[in-house]
């Protein structure tokens, strides 16, 4: 008999991989892989509503603010109901969700007898990050972080959600771009997983992702430079001088979009940088829902995470919808940053 060409090793499926590693993990009970798949299924609906979006009326604003005072697009709308849709009915799993397009935590898990809450854990989400971008047919993302809320939980208390990032559970996101790309960690490594749209499931296709420790690029949205305080800007004024033997310049690459901007991150290393300004010192970006859970991420691929004096994972929060500044990505770079930083 001729001998065939080898059989290709069948497609790692993002259900596969959580089984196998909740086998590894002889306590898990499995329902953390359940939240996984229903991450899973709400980016499915959220990569398919964008591919229709010039076709169906989802594009521009609602009229509405969010919480943070910012416009809501119509597809900000759509794709938090998405998120809230796929965990509503698995209130015994998710006790409380937490987004950037609540004002207020949303606790879906069924109230008990001792009054309080089924479910083991708060999902805490942004749905669609850089949700500008769509108008413009751009990358957009969704961003999302686990956490495990104490069993006596006071009922309802917004207390018990304000968690720092060194105790998330799992986090991870979602990158709608040329192909739809989820990536996440349980903090055992990163690894990617690459939607096919024609079966409809998302493949493992990188396992164990790294950072390289120093990169080639770096992101911000420059037309904040005046607002930045001194070290910032002579932080960047380093990396666009030229020196041969640091690789300097650093290229410019800015998308509008988080969760694409630290992606990038991943193969060519560098660093984001969404830092505090004059009269701002907060910056803009929401802790519980972008910086941490990203900072949770870029560690675990070996890189770092930190608001220029402090790493991102130890802040503890004082309210659910916090903001921090935050310098990410390559573990030289942002130690470089804090450098300049913590000189002025
Ligand atoms: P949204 O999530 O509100 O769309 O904001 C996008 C974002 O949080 C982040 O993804 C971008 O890097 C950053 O804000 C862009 O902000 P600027 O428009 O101020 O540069």
Redo the contacts with the bound molecule.
């Keep these: 008999m001729r001998k065939g060409k080898p059989v290709a090793q069948s497609p790692i499926t993002l259900t596969r991989h959580i089984l196998e590693e909740q086998a590894a993990h002889p306590g898990a009970t499995g329902e953390f892989s359940t939240i996984m798949a229903q991450i899973a299924l709400a980016a499915k609906i959220i990569a398919r509503d964008m591919s229709r979006a010039g076709l169906i009326d989802v594009l521009g604003l609602t009229g509405a603010t969010n919480i943070?005072g910012?416009a809501v697009?119509k597809l900000?709308q759509l794709s938090n109901e998405t998120f809230v849709r796929a965990f509503e009915y698995y209130g015994g799993l998710v006790r409380t969700l937490v987004s950037?397009e609540m004002d207020k935590p949303l606790h879906v898990g069924g109230l008990l007898l001792d009054g309080t809450r089924q479910g083991k854990y708060a999902l805490f989400f942004?749905p669609?990050?850089?949700?500008?971008?769509v108008d413009v047919n751009a990358t957009?993302?969704s961003i999302f972080s686990v956490h495990k809320v104490p069993e006596h939980a006071r009922p309802d208390s917004d207390a018990d959600l304000l968690k720092t990032g060194a105790e998330q559970v799992a986090a991870g996101y979602v990158l709608y771009g040329p192909s739809t790309v989820l990536v996440y960690t349980v903090g055992a490594g990163v690894h990617q997983f690459t939607l096919d749209p024609g079966i409809g499931e998302f493949i493992l296709s990188a396992r164990h992702l790294t950072m390289p420790q120093r990169g080639k690029v770096y992101?911000a949205?420059e037309?904040?430079y005046p607002k930045w305080p001194t070290g910032t800007r002579r932080f960047v004024d380093y990396l666009r001088d030229k020196d041969q033997a640091t690789g300097r310049p650093y290229s410019s690459r800015?998308?509008?979009?988080?969760?694409a901007?630290v992606h990038r991150l991943f193969s060519v290393g560098g660093v984001?940088l969404?830092p505090a300004e004059t009269g701002k010192p907060e910056g803009?970006?929401?802790l519980m829902y972008?910086a941490a859970p990203l900072a949770f991420v870029v560690e675990q691929a070996g890189g770092r995470a930190s608001t220029g004096t402090q790493l991102i994972a130890d802040i503890k929060p004082t309210t659910l919808h916090q903001r921090v500044p935050l310098i990410i990505g390559s573990r030289d770079d942002v130690s470089r940053a804090e450098e300049f930083i913590a000189g002025g």
């Design positions: 943070q910012e697009q900000d950037e942004d669609l990050d850089g949700s500008s971008n957009v993302g992101s949205n037309g904040n800015y998308s509008g979009c988080l969760v901007d984001y969404y803009k970006l929401r972008e």
